[in-house]
């Protein structure tokens, strides 16, 4: 369905080009509904991709996603492929509307780098939100590093941090693990951790999980990667395949 959707609307794009001009007809949408409604689309067709590539599992459900689009700007597929036809003959228009898409989806994600609150709430769809370097060497990274992540967030849901160690028998860090914490405005806390982390020089793959309670103003999702007890001692350790992932489910 969304190779489809895409296909369609580059073709209405190219056919256009070479559309004569004509008296507007009725029940165009405006400019600005366009904008809102093709940046619907290419958002969640970007989201129904990236879900597919974290679970193999994951069944197409476009149809719903785009229907909820249709009822979200109080129009239908109709109205909007005839809109899409008008504008695309008139490409000064079109143009503008796309450079209006280009300035809030580059917005969003300066947003997001500059750690503001992600809200994302689609049901089911999953997002890798690590934002660091996917693979860490320490001591070389930081003899005492513990691979901080901070981020701003009120989207509810489950988080899940994941990535593979190997931890060499000479680290001399006490009680090795994984954390992950959801901090609520009120204070409180849910937090996580791995504890079988193993200095044995074997490659080990651990996850940390927290599902946000949704009677509380969820504020951030941070934690650490490497955590141990005290800061005393060095590490020594290799990890990679780094994984933050958010699933609203």
């Known amino acids: 369905m969304i190779k489809k959707v895409t296909i369609f609307l580059l073709s209405i794009l190219f056919l256009g080009l070479n ?6 007809p009725k029940n165009i949408l405006p400019p600005q ?24 599992k994951f069944k197409d459900s476009s149809i719903s996603y785009y229907n909820y689009i249709w009822e979200k700007n109080q129009t239908d597929y109709k109205e909007f492929k005839k809109s899409l036809e008008y504008y695309s003959a008139r490409t000064e228009v079109l143009s503008a509307i796309y450079d209006s898409i280009f300035s809030h989806f580059t917005k969003m994600r300066d947003s997001i780098r500059n750690g503001n609150k992600l809200e994302l709430n689609i049901s089911g769809y999953t997002m890798n939100l690590w934002s660091q370097k996917t693979e860490w060497h320490v001591p070389s990274d930081g003899a005492k ?4 992540f901070n981020i701003a967030t009120n989207s509810q849901g489950l988080y899940t941090l994941s990535a593979d160690i ?21 204070g409180t806390l849910d937090a996580s951790s791995d504890y079988n982390i193993k ?20 504020k951030r999702i ?12 060095t590490k020594h350790a290799d990890v990679v395949n780094l994984k933050l992932l958010y699933t609203t489910k």
């Open 19 to 24: 559309a004569c001009k004509e008296d507007k």
């Open 33 to 56: 509904k366009m904008q809102a409604i093709l940046q619907d689309l290419h958002l969640y067709d970007a989201l129904l991709s990236d879900k597919r590539y974290f679970d193999s």
């Open 145 to 148: 590093n513990s691979i901080r």
């Open 166 to 186: 190997l931890m060499y028998p000479n680290d001399s860090s006490v009680n090795p693990k994984m954390t992950i914490v959801a901090y609520y405005e009120d």
């Open 199 to 218: 200095k044995d020089k074997t490659w080990l793959h651990h996850t940390a999980k927290v599902k946000t309670n949704p009677n509380k103003k969820l």
């Open 222 to 233: 941070a934690g650490w990667v490497l955590d141990h007890s005290r800061l005393n001692g």
